[in-house]
């Protein structure tokens, strides 16, 4: 047996683990969760400064809010385009499914078909009848062999016989000369 067989077989069954750098160490998680912390600290700081500053000066937030007001209409005009786009490159994309994909798809179909039939023609036509040639070959081989096998073990044993000179091994006499 193998040696390496067992390990090969163990590799294949047993799912594979991620390597251990995948996983932050604790020191990096610790690291994540300050960012975070701080992040959000300054956040809620920055918020705080601008509610404090548009109460002590309205003439600004007012000024703010005015920009605020058409950023936030700009944005929606290209939201509303965005979505426009997207409205017409789906139906671009119905008419390529419906004018080129469904005939490629028919015409898929028709090749499966037409090679189904060809793989039953040829099974019954001509798979089939040379199996039961080869199979009755076989047969008609095996019962001949058995035979023979039956006629070579009924047969009595002969008796050995043995070896005599002949008259070229008794010191080369030919055509009744000698040498």
């Known amino acids: 047996m193998d040696p390496e067989a067992p390990q090969i077989h163990k590799e294949l069954t047993e799912p594979r683990v991620a390597p251990a750098a995948a996983t932050p160490s604790p020191e990096q998680q610790k690291r994540t969760q300050i960012a975070i912390i701080a992040g959000v600290i300054l956040m809620l700081g920055l918020l705080i400064t601008a509610i404090v500053l548009m109460a002590k000066f309205p003439a600004a937030t007012t000024v703010i809010r005015d920009i605020a007001?058409?950023?936030?209409?700009?944005?929606?005009?290209?939201?509303?385009?965005?979505?426009l786009v997207l409205i017409v490159e789906?139906?671009?994309?119905?008419?390529?499914?419906?004018?080129?994909?469904?005939?490629?798809?028919?015409?898929?179909?028709?090749?499966?078909?037409?090679?189904?039939?060809?793989?039953?023609f040829m099974s019954e036509n001509f798979v089939s009848p040379v199996i039961k040639v080869a199979s009755f070959t076989a047969g008609v081989?095996?019962?001949?062999?058995?035979?023979?096998?039956?006629?070579?073990?009924?047969?009595?044993?002969?008796?050995?016989?043995?070896?005599?000179?002949?008259?070229?091994?008794q010191g080369g006499i030919h055509n009744g000369t000698q040498e």
């Open 69 to 83: 007001i058409v950023f936030v209409a700009v944005e929606t005009f290209l939201i509303g385009l965005a979505a």
């Open 90 to 120: 789906i139906q671009t994309l119905t008419k390529v499914l419906r004018e080129e994909i469904q005939p490629l798809l028919r015409s898929v179909n028709d090749t499966v078909s037409t090679v189904r039939g060809t793989t039953e």
């Open 141 to 169: 081989r095996q019962v001949i062999g058995d035979l023979v096998g039956v006629v070579t073990a009924s047969r009595p044993k002969s008796k050995t016989v043995t070896n005599q000179p002949t008259n070229n091994q």
